[in-house]
């Protein structure tokens, strides 16, 4: 079992990551990308990392999802396959994470990170300002069962970026306004967060204390993060969205290759 000592210093660091994670997580997505990267430098392996993680983001993750439902910016029903698809890809990617080697991990993540980053960067968000969901068909089934599949397991697999790829590839798909989007987004990221949690629960690989001292940082810069999306709009949602991608692009980059 591995045993965690961190200094006062280092764990208010991981708390203030926690808050602006949640602020910029519940606007744009993204959030993981700055609490992987904090977890890792403070010493915890990877599993734990990616375990421990989930459990502080699932704070997060349902403070925002509740905020926009309670705006009337999240329709459980009208997203039904996209919640079980994306519930099964969680599943499907976390069981698969525990057989890759600690070794492959170390690589892998800091290049998801980068790709996720660059993906968020050239994507266009929908400009549609009416907050009304597109017609639910059959097509439109087929695109929530095949994004909630590969963004539920991507999420299961690595996490960090979940979000941003979930807001840009809602604005390739549907037709709808940034708030719905940004509704969609945060509760589909709850969902993988959470079955992904359990699952990484039942593989022993989550640090219960600081994942939860880190859950309530991210709750609290959720719940700012999601209030202020909802007040300002698209004005703040764009401009959020594009700083962090490029910035955790640029940064991301540099650490890996230069």
């Not at 309670?70 to 969680?90: D, H, Q």
């Not at 703040?236 to 650490?255: C, D, Q, S």
């Amino acid at each position: 079992m591995f045993e965690l000592a961190l200094d006062p210093t280092t764990w208010a660091l991981l708390c203030a990551v926690a808050l602006a994670a949640g602020f910029i997580d519940a606007i744009a997505g993204g959030g993981g990308m700055l609490t992987v990267p904090a977890l890792l430098t403070a010493g915890l392996p990877p599993h734990l990392t990616l375990g421990t993680n989930k459990l502080a983001a699932s704070f997060g993750s349902l403070t925002a999802s509740v905020t926009y439902f309670r705006k009337k910016l999240f329709n459980p029903r009208f997203w039904a396959a996209s919640i079980l698809a994306t519930a099964i890809g969680a599943l499907v990617g976390t069981l698969v994470v525990d057989y890759l080697s600690i070794e492959f991990l170390n690589k892998l993540l800091p290049v998801v990170i980068i790709l996720v980053a660059c993906y968020s960067l050239f994507g266009s968000l929908s400009r549609t300002e009416h907050n009304e969901l597109p017609e639910l068909d059959s097509k439109t089934k087929v695109k929530q069962w095949l994004q909630g599949l590969g963004l539920g397991f991507f999420d299961g697999l690595a996490g960090p970026g979940t979000g941003t790829f979930w807001t840009a590839s809602n604005s390739l798909l549907y037709k709808m306004s940034l708030l719905l989007n940004c509704g969609l987004a945060r509760s589909m990221n709850f969902v993988s967060n959470f079955i992904s949690l359990i699952t990484f629960v039942a593989l022993g690989h989550v640090n219960f204390l600081l994942g939860i001292t880190m859950g309530f940082f991210l709750m609290l810069g959720a719940w700012l993060g999601a209030h202020s999306a909802i007040k300002f709009g698209s004005k703040m949602i764009r401009p959020v969205f594009n700083t962090v991608v490029i910035v955790l692009a640029l940064k991301l980059i540099y650490e890996a290759y230069l």
